[in-house]
């Protein structure tokens, strides 16, 4: 306990003084900042090599602290309610007064919030006196870090600080909603949308590619190993890394799996390691084996799609 309190009290004396910390969530780490402080905020955009039209999620302790940042709508007080704190973000109107840097909104009358789960960061922002700005901590277009050693591999000694919570439960990225008018969803991710629709009692269309950038995970090109990726495929071809989601009775040394019984949870959990392992590995390709489009299949389908973009 008193080693957790002294890795909380380290993360928060570099946030203090403007620096990026690197922070576990429930579905990827975070390279954080306080959202208040442009300084803070320039640094993320820098380290993630960002362009400054992808806006950042902010993440807060509760529904109290952001209430001095942002309107409060009906819909979001029952999702609030229901999945907070967890994996979901939502668009909500900023107020005028609010100390939000603009380089985290795009210079948007609108902020991407979230309230994460992970024990360890909810210590940490207790703590603070300002919500932090936390986008994935990767290289922009790169794979989201799921543990602190992924964190390591993308920046070195660049991020002051890796706060460890351990590998990431969920593994992919928050499902994003926005709620600045009729809600939309702008990202699949570790909440199935038919849980939101049931609270809201409503069908809620996806918008994925908006002109106006008002949250992150917009860009055609993201989550990418940095090598070309192959969806759908029957059998590898030569030389390729095979991904698959449940075990064969033969197995080849390029075999990879997400799972052994087709377990999408699983899947998600495994896919940013599993493809960062293949690259590792050495493969200069990558091919993915039709994965069910249901649930958490869908938001691993949409992250394979963002990456074969390569």
Do not use: W
């Not at 910390?21 to 380290?47: H, M």
């Not at 269309?205 to 190993?225: E, R, T, V, W």
């Not at 990726?229 to 799996?257: C, D, G, H, I, Q």
């Not at 896919?271 to 084996?289: C, F, H, Q, T, W």
């Amino acid at each position: 306990m008193k080693s957790i309190q002294s890795n909380i009290k380290k993360a928060k004396k570099y946030l203090d003084k403007n620096h990026c910390v690197a922070v576990p969530t429930e579905t990827v780490y975070g390279l954080a900042g306080n959202a208040y402080s442009n300084i803070s905020v320039k640094k993320i955009f820098k380290l993630k090599r960002r362009p400054f039209n992808n806006p950042l999620i902010v993440h807060y302790f509760n529904i109290n602290k952001l209430k001095k940042d942002c309107h409060i709508s009906n819909d979001f007080i029952k999702l609030y309610n229901k999945f907070s704190p967890g994996p979901i973000t939502f668009i909500l109107r900023l107020k005028k007064n609010s100390k939000i840097s603009r380089f985290v909104t795009n210079k948007q009358n609108s902020l991407a919030v979230r309230f994460p789960k992970h024990a360890l960061l909810r210590k940490l922002l207790k703590s603070l006196d300002y919500p932090l700005a936390a986008p994935s901590a990767n290289i922009s277009t790169r794979l989201s870090s799921v543990k602190a050693s992924d964190v390591t591999e993308e920046f070195g000694s660049k991020v002051k600080y890796v706060l460890d919570g351990g590998r990431c439960i969920i593994g992919v990225e928050s499902t994003i909603i926005n709620l600045l008018n009729k809600p939309v969803i702008l990202r699949l991710g570790g909440l199935d949308i038919s849980k939101i629709e049931k609270i809201l009692q409503k069908k809620i269309l996806i918008k994925k590619n908006l002109k106006k950038k008002i949250a992150p995970g917009q860009f055609p090109l993201h989550y990418s190993p940095g090598i070309p990726l192959r969806m759908n495929a029957k059998k590898p071809k030569k030389k390729e890394a095979f991904v698959l989601t449940k075990k064969r009775k033969v197995s080849f040394n390029n075999y990879y799996y997400l799972s052994k019984k087709n377990d999408l949870k699983q899947s998600a959990k495994n896919l940013y390691s599993l493809l960062r392992k293949i690259k590792n590995d050495g493969y200069k390709m990558v091919a993915v084996e039709k994965i069910s489009n249901k649930g958490i299949g869908r938001t691993i389908n949409d992250r394979l799609n963002k990456a074969s973009k390569y």
